[in-house]
């Protein structure tokens, strides 16, 4: 809706030469002060997860007797009793599936509604599309959604919670529309010449013609399904259906200030995001500010 | 002249899916959306076998009704706290930071992954990290403060447990706003700072001069991305303080306490005096919302 003039995603984590700097003497002073403020920042991020690391390898006593101190007698034991008195194996898997149901419903959801609208294939194109532009901006609904999902004998259920999240597809629609823009009508008078059907052209041609927004519109929806905690709190009661947050955060709540014992739960949970971030870094930095901008 | 013009045969289809995909959002979001407004005139309850009654506008006439006044003050005067110190010191920091990481330094690539982080690692963890960080009984904060001869409760303090959580959210939010700084940054033609150079301008009045002019589009989308975002936000509160903690409440959580208990607001306990606080809370961020895009379109044609 916005006109935000910031270039493409994929350009945002291009990597351009830097502006070649002027020379002179006081230049490198401030190089050195760039370096040094750079290395801050990064401690600023990193010093607490070292701690959580070095926390969760300690033993109680060891925590209590020298909680800043570096790790002398690390424990591994500490991850197995979390992972077993956490049961963070289904919590895990409860999160990936949620996540990829959720944001893969949400992203064809968009796609669905998307494509129609942008090609003008429908009565009132414009008023559809004024719609999604709406739809970024709702009141918070928690009420409405628990009283649905109760009505609806939806309460407590993963279908529930699944097809909640996927209907909160945001700046999905948005970012598919402006996207066809650049996707010339003549490829969908070619392939309907070929005789393709709406249909088959909707589900099988366009996800690869559009697959950078498709990925773009996924990952989005992907890192807001995966951070719910509230709709999680209000919709289940059942401990075996609890996504992770939510499963980390009752475990919170069960070993207060057993501190070794949750560092080693938080890292359980948050190794394999670190392990997919360091392949996907790029893809999502980049999907992050395509969405954004946009919104 | 395209207009209505299908090239796939039958409209029918086309109807079809998009209504298909429509019905989803308009079950799912739509409808609870309007809801929130309908409700918020009823006294309707978290128990679905208790009788239902229109109560007009009494659930608004509570919220400002002198037994919530103090209460509601309070959420409002939090959540704009919040909102205002997470969208400044996040906008300014951030710039900063994309403004240092945008030279041609070695390993900025890593930092800037590294500065993004928490954006996957999710309000959880990241809530874990921090009450260990703040931990009162010896985290490596309450370390420091021991240096300076203080000793504090952090999120247990009623006067820095408010900081604390902003800090937190500008940590846990600033990598997205780096991130389209960033961008921004990118966009602006080199040869603009040659000219500048040439000219023999300061690298403060290139700052001013060229650099801020060009990324106000970026400002523009950072900062409505952060007030939108803070005005509603609670997850991270909850996570560190809890939902009812008198010091950190903001309205999002004063609709969760309304609405599902575990507060202070309890009293009322229903879910129509949940959904009127929704519908203050909407109203709030919408004025909010178009008065920022408003000043902030006229700043960037006056740049």
Redesign the interface.
Known sequence: M?T????PAG?????????A??PGGRLDSL?LL??V??VA??L???Y??A??VN?ALKSDSE??AN??GIVRHPMVSNFVTAWRQGNFGASVLNSVLYTAVAAG?GT??????AF??AR????HSKLWAGLFAA?M????????????A??LHLYDTRLGYM??L????GVGPLLITGYLGSIP?EI??AA?MDG????R??LTFLPTLLRPVLSTTFILQA?GV?????LA??LFTDKSKFP???G??AF?GTYV?Q?SL??A??LI??TP??I??VFL?RY??AS??GG??K? | M????????R?W???W??L???S??I???????V???V?SFTD?R?L?FLPTHWVGLDNYRTFFSSAQLAYNTKALKNTFEFAISVTLIQNVVALF?AV??????K???????????????????I???????F?P????AE?LWNLFGGSSAFFGDPGLAMALVIFVQV?AGIG?AV??Y???L??IP?EL?EVA?LDGASRWQQLRQVTIPWLA??V??NT??SV?GSL?S??LI??LTGPSNPATQVL?LA??TA??GGGAGGSVAS?GY??AI??V??VIV?VV?LAT?FYLRRRETAL
């Open positions: 916005s935000i003039t910031v270039p350009s945002a984590v291009a990597e351009r030469p830097a502006p700097h002027r190089r760039s370096y403020l750079m920042v990064v600023i991020y990193l607490p997860i701690y959580l926390t925590f209590i909680p800043n419903l064809v959801t968009s796609l669905m509604i129609p609208v003008g294939y429908l009565k739809m901006f709702l009141p918070n609904t928690l009420v409405t959604l628990f009283q649905l109760l009505h097809l909640i996927a209907s909160g597809v009508r969908d008078e309907a393709a059907g709406y249909l052209y909707l890192i995966w951070n719910d905690i509230i709190t209000i992770v947050t939510l980390l955060f919170k200030s501190w949750l560092s739960a938080t949970v948050a995001l670190l997919v971030y870094q999502l930095v992050v500010v954004a901008v919104g | 395209h207009r209505n013009y299908i090239v796939f045969g409209r289809t086309a109807q899916t998009f298909v995909g429509m989803l959002i079950v799912f979001s739509l409808v609870p959306a809801g929130i407004l409700i309707i978290s679905p930071i240092l990481l945008n030279q041609a330094l390993g900025r690539t890593f930092a800037r992954a590294v500065v993004f982080l928490p954006t996957i690692l999710g309000v959880t963890v809530g874990l990290i921090f009450s260990l960080i931990n009984s010896g985290g490596p370390a940590w997205v991130v389209i960033l961008a921004g990118q966009a080199q700072y150079d589009p970026s523009t989308a409505l991305l939108i509603q609670y997850q909850y996570v999002s609709i969760f609405a599902f879910q949940a959904a929704s519908i809370q909407f919408l919302a895009l």
